[in-house]
Structures are given as structure tokens and as C-alpha cells.
T-cell receptor, first 118, second 109 residues
Framework: GAVVSQHPSRVICKSGTSVKIECRSL??????MFWYRQFPKQSLMLMAT?????????EQGVEKDKFLINHASLTLSTLTVTSAHPEDSSFYIC??????????????FGPGTRLLVL | GQNIDQPTEMTATEGAIVQINCTYQ??????LFWYQQHAGEAPTFLSY??LDGLEEKGRFSSFLSRSKGYSYLLLKELQMKDSASYLC??????????WGAGTKLIIKP
């Protein structure tokens, strides 16, 4: 299967700082990448969908000025949590979908980044 | 609205068989996915169904009935490592995945 990497896997930061998370598709080109957040014992929550070379589409309730997404190439998307606060502590997971984008195009997930804001 | 329903938790015995059901109501249908998620890890892809019927892949099988808005994931010869959450997701008419809340499967010796 396709491989998606995510970096860092774990980050601890002070309140008010910004954190950047990278998501890379290693062996395929990803037209679309997705950013999810998952709180303990809860289901995945889609935050935003990003297409290469265009602005991300954010889900309702997700602040686009707080969660900056850049999808500059077909293999890299970044999520920056700006001015992080303790309530932003969560498991952030990216996924990537290949270039065909049609029915059955599987999303492959990165390993996730666990963010703890003190 | 769009809705995916699956049981919250199930318990089964090592070596046995378990069936995890998923029912859905979505705007359009472009296939149904099953993912496995171990605690603290990201989901991994298990199966994809777009036509009615059963897809078998080793110990895991997935079934779909589009007319009933129903799918199940069947796990045979259960192993302790199968303890995980199993997520059902439907791709809607906009090719977006609609996720169920997941079924936590507990395997007992």
C-alpha cells in the first residue's frame, strides 16, 4: 500500500507558541490531503481538505487563521497550529489520496502527531 | 443529514468469529471503506466495497448491500492483535469520506 509519513510524531510545546506538522506521501502523488483531529476515545474529526496549489477547505467550526494549511506540492502538506493552547492538545492525523480522485480512491493515513500544549 | 451507525463496543473470544455491522445514510454513494485503528495509532486501510456482495481478504471479509444501506466486517480466527477500533466510512457524492464513530473490539483469551 501507499506510504504516508508525518513529522513530528510527538511534540510538547508551551502555550502561545506555534507548531508545524508535516505530511508527506512517499511513493505516490497526492492531489488531495486531509487533516483530522482525534480526541481520546472519540472518532476522527475532519478539520480541512487541501488540494495541491489551492486554498484549503475548512470544516465548520475550524478556525482557518488558527490552523494554517499549506499544500505546496503533490507530496507535501503542512498544518501549522498557531498560538497553541492546552485545548489544542490532540492527535492530529493526515491522510492522502492519489491523483485519480475518483470512486474508490483510498485515503492512506500518516502515523499521526500527538500534540501536548502545556 | 448524513449518518453512519456502528456499535460502540463488541467483545469476542480468541479464535472465534465476529461480525461488525455498519448502516449508513448518505448523500450519494461512491463506496464504503473499513479501517482498523489500534489505540494511539492512525487508521490503516482494510477494505473497500462499491458493489453488492462479499469481498474476502484473508481472515477479514467485508459485505455490502447498497439497497439496505448496510455493510459488515467479518473477522475470522480472531487473534489478540485484532483488538482495535474498526471504522466504517462512506464516500459520498462529493468523494468525501463520512466516518462512523468506530467499534471498539475487545478480544478475550
Amino acid at each position: 500500500g501507499a506510504v504516508v509519513s508525518q513529522h513530528p510524531s510527538r511534540v510538547i510545546c508551551k502555550s502561545g507558541t506555534s507548531v508545524k506538522i508535516e505530511c508527506r506521501s512517499l511513493d505516490f502523488q497526492a492531489t488531495t490531503m486531509f487533516w483530522y483531529r482525534q480526541f481520546p476515545k472519540q472518532s476522527l474529526m475532519l478539520m480541512a481538505t487541501s488540494n495541491e496549489g489551492s486554498k484549503a477547505t475548512y470544516e465548520q467550526g475550524v478556525e482557518k487563521d488558527k490552523f494554517l494549511i499549506n499544500h505546496a506540492s503533490l507530496t507535501l502538506s503542512t498544518l501549522t497550529v498557531t498560538s497553541a493552547h492546552p485545548e489544542d492538545s490532540s492527535f492530529y492525523i493526515c491522510s492522502a489520496r492519489g491523483t485519480s480522485g475518483g470512486p474508490g480512491e483510498t485515503q492512506y493515513f500518516g502515523p499521526g502527531t500527538r500534540l501536548l500544549v502545556l | 443529514g448524513q449518518n453512519i451507525d456502528q456499535p460502540t463496543e463488541m467483545t469476542a473470544t480468541e479464535g472465534a468469529i465476529v461480525q461488525i455491522n455498519c448502516t449508513y445514510q448518505t448523500s450519494g454513494f461512491n463506496g464504503l471503506f473499513w479501517y482498523q485503528q489500534h489505540a494511539g495509532e492512525a487508521p490503516t486501510f482494510l477494505s473497500y466495497n462499491v458493489l453488492d456482495g462479499l469481498e474476502e481478504k484473508g481472515r477479514f471479509s467485508s459485505f455490502l448491500s447498497r439497497s439496505k444501506g448496510y455493510s459488515y466486517l467479518l473477522l475470522k480466527e480472531l487473534q489478540m492483535k485484532d483488538s482495535a477500533s474498526y471504522l466504517c466510512a462512506v464516500m459520498d457524492s462529493n468523494y468525501q469520506l463520512i466516518w462512523g464513530a468506530g467499534t471498539k473490539l475487545i478480544i478475550k483469551p
